[in-house]
T-cell receptor, first 116, second 112 residues
């Protein structure tokens, strides 16, 4: 059973470009969470999704950021018109269903976005 | 405001000693508290969960305590080894159970 898969592991974008980060949850997991980690800072919650639904996006910046988790395929975190301040590690976590966020979260290895 | 605070200074200890890391929180009433380990360039890995009605939880060389009156959790690694060197994160379940909110982590370095 493969773990949470994120790709790419490293992504370099010029200012103004779009960044697309992908997350395939563990098999059987229908809940996906995205976190951002800035250098020397903790993990910051961004968004919680179930298949085809955004449940909690309270940590998402209001502009330029969007997330989806379609019925088929991976969850996508999209950042439009990237700026240098978007440079960070973005982590995805999954759980089988909502109640199991009370047990443990399984994290991917992250995508390190660098905006030049 | 709500805060989860961990020692920002790195903790250096000698191999074989017990490492103790602290997590303090304010303005939360968590039902659960979790500890994770994060190595450089890697995602966090779950270690232990402790519930509000549990005072202590053990797993091999790890021990976690949870004092809801003090709003504090202590994380202990006994007989520490260089391989235990990593950043340790505490996390609370918040937002009606929708998300884990993390502390900034404490870096532990175990020296020979």
């Amino acid at each position: 059973n493969a773990g949470v898969m994120q790709n790419p592991r490293h992504l370099v974008r010029r200012r103004g470009q779009e960044a697309r980060l992908r997350c395939s949850p563990m098999k059987g997991h229908s809940h996906v969470y995205w976190y951002r980690q800035l250098p020397e800072e903790g993990l910051k919650f961004m968004v919680y999704l179930q298949k085809e639904n955004i449940i909690d996006e309270s940590g998402m910046p209001k502009e330029r950021f969007s997330a989806e988790f379609p019925k088929e395929g991976p969850s996508i975190l999209r950042i439009q018109q990237v700026v240098r301040g978007d440079s960070a590690a973005y982590f995805c976590a999954s759980s089988p269903h909502e109640a199991d966020m009370n047990t443990e979260a399984f994290f991917g290895q992250g995508t390190r976005l660098t905006v030049v | 405001s709500q805060k989860i605070e961990q020692n920002s200074e790195a903790l250096n200890i000698q191999e074989g000693k017990t490492a103790t890391l602290t997590c303090n929180y304010t303005n939360y009433s968590p039902a659960y508290l979790q500890w994770y380990r994060q190595d450089p360039g890697r995602g966090p890995v779950f270690l232990l969960l402790i519930r509000e009605n549990e005072k202590e939880k053990r797993k091999e060389r790890l021990k976690v305590t949870f004092d809801t009156t003090l709003k504090q959790s202590l994380f202990h690694i006994t007989a520490s080894q260089p391989a235990d060197s990593a950043t340790y994160l505490c996390a609370l379940l918040t937002g009606g159970g929708n998300k884990l909110t993390f502390g900034t982590g404490t870096q532990l370095k175990v020296e020979l």
